[in-house]
Every structure is written in structure tokens, then in C-alpha cells.
């Protein structure tokens, strides 16, 4: 068998197999999704070459700066937005739609992303833990109160009266995580039990350099899951994993699905 560790798209078929099997046989199959897993819908990723944050300062985003200056932070915000979506609608891509034909098959339990476009729901899967929120959402900081996230953007990005306010006055803010906040509390839970019950872990299109969600393939990994990496780069991970494919996510995971 060829050593897919340091292979290249050209993935062996004897790799694609076992991991295959491994998602057939399983109990429990759960996928862990990163950038990777959108720019092929033309979302660009945020982190190297010409990587969103080689545009943007990311302490723009942090939590202080909400607290401080939240009509400046909405500015960049909005200018954020239009580098991420522009006038593009991005859909879904062929990894979104294998990963949701293996959990309609009943080979996938649930997909926990890091990605925050929404384009796992837009796919058909079921049970997907955002586990750094999404932008189609505002929060009120105060209230609590949630809303489509487009109008308040539009609304702000026409208007000079920053920032966007719910009814009760509160400051709306977009229902992600900003920098210097933790994660959700209930997600990252699920997320963690999740792996730990996983008997096959995906980690598809992530660096895993951002923790704690690049604590998750560990977890599965010491757990006695099979894990396996599609990335085309090295991560973290690599040494504990089963099966690591440098392959891109929009053709391995349709191929694997055919083998399923």
C-alpha cells in the first residue's frame, strides 16, 4: 500500500477504500469541517496567502473593540463582509454534498464546522454544530434577541447611524465568536462528547491549528477512533491519524461516498 501520508491528490485507491469501510462500519461517523471545505464556493479562507486576515486586522474584531468603539467595529465589519461574500451567493459545493448523502445514508452522525456560512444547512445536512456561530444571524448584546443578519448589514452599510440597535436599545452584533471569547459552552460540550463516541473521525479542510476546535481529532484520536485528515496541507494532527489525504475535499469526499 502506498504511503498516503505524504501522497498527493492522486489518492490510492486501496486509502480510499479503508476509509470507505471505516465510515461503513461505523457506529458513530462524525466530520469536522474548516475553510478548506467553502473556498471551492468562493468563499476565501482567512488565514495565509492572501488570506482574508492579509487584509484585514483581526484585533479590529475582537471583543474589546465591540465594547470600546462599536460604531467603529461595525465599519470594519461591513467592510469584512463584503471582502468574505462580495456580491457573490456562494452554494454549496461537492464536499457539502457528500457530507450530507453520508449522513442521509446513515454514515455520518454530524458535522462540526468551523466555518460560519451556513452552507452545510444549505447542503441538507441535519445536525450541524456551528461551533463558531454564523454570520446569517445578529444578537442583541443586551436582549439576547436574534435576527436575519442581511437587513441589519444592508440597513448599516447605508446609513451613517452606527451601530445597528435592536428595539430594546441594545447593540446588535453578528452571532459569531469574536476574537477574545470563548466558545459556546452547549457546542463545544456536544462537539467534544461527539468525538469521544466517534468510532470514525473526519477532519476535512482544516489546518487544526485553532484551538480548541483543533482539540477535537485529538479527542477522537485518544478515544480509539479512526481518524483520518483530508488536507493539502500538513496539520497537527497528522501523526495520530489512520489515513491522511492531501487531496482536495471536492474530489476525495464524492469519491468515498461512491465506495460507501
Not at 471551492?40 to 483581526?58: K, L, M, N, T, V
Not at 452606527?162 to 428595539?167: K, N
Not at 446588535?172 to 460540550?189: H, T
Not at 474530489?251 to 468515498?256: F, G, Y
Request: a negative charge.
Amino acid at each position: 500500500m502506498a504511503d498516503d501520508r505524504h501522497g498527493t491528490d492522486d489518492v490510492d485507491d486501496e486509502t480510499l477504500d479503508a476509509v470507505a469501510e471505516a465510515l461503513r462500519t461505523a457506529e458513530t461517523g462524525v466530520a469536522l469541517t474548516g475553510a478548506g471545505v467553502s473556498t471551492a464556493s468562493g468563499i476565501p479562507s482567512f488565514r495565509g496567502d492572501d488570506g482574508i486576515w492579509e487584509r484585514h486586522d483581526p484585533a479590529d474584531f475582537h471583543r474589546r473593540r465591540l465594547d470600546a468603539d462599536p460604531a467603529g467595529f461595525w465599519a470594519d465589519r461591513i467592510s469584512l463582509r463584503e471582502s468574505i461574500y462580495g456580491d457573490v451567493d456562494p452554494e454549496p459545493n461537492a464536499a457539502h454534498e457528500a457530507l450530507a448523502g453520508l449522513e442521509s445514508a446513515g454514515h455520518l452522525d454530524a458535522v462540526l464546522t468551523q466555518n460560519i456560512d451556513g452552507l452545510h444547512d444549505a447542503a441538507g445536512t441535519d445536525r450541524v454544530i456551528e461551533l463558531h456561530g454564523t454570520h446569517r444571524r445578529v444578537v442583541c448584546d443586551d436582549c439576547g434577541h436574534r435576527r436575519d443578519a442581511d437587513a441589519v448589514f444592508e440597513r448599516a452599510a447605508t446609513e451613517s447611524d452606527l451601530p445597528p440597535r435592536c428595539d430594546c436599545g441594545g447593540v446588535y452584533r453578528p452571532d459569531v465568536v469574536l476574537f477574545g471569547e470563548a466558545m459556546p459552552d452547549v457546542a463545544m460540550d456536544e462537539a467534544q462528547r461527539l468525538a469521544r463516541d466517534s468510532d470514525v473521525f473526519l477532519a476535512v479542510g482544516s489546518s487544526l491549528s485553532v484551538q480548541p476546535a483543533s482539540l477535537l481529532p485529538k479527542i477522537a484520536a485518544e478515544a480509539g477512533s479512526t481518524l483520518v485528515v483530508i488536507n493539502y496541507e500538513e496539520t497537527p494532527r497528522d501523526a495520530s491519524a489512520a489515513h491522511v489525504l492531501r487531496a482536495d475535499v471536492t474530489h476525495v469526499l464524492p469519491a468515498i461516498v461512491e465506495r460507501v
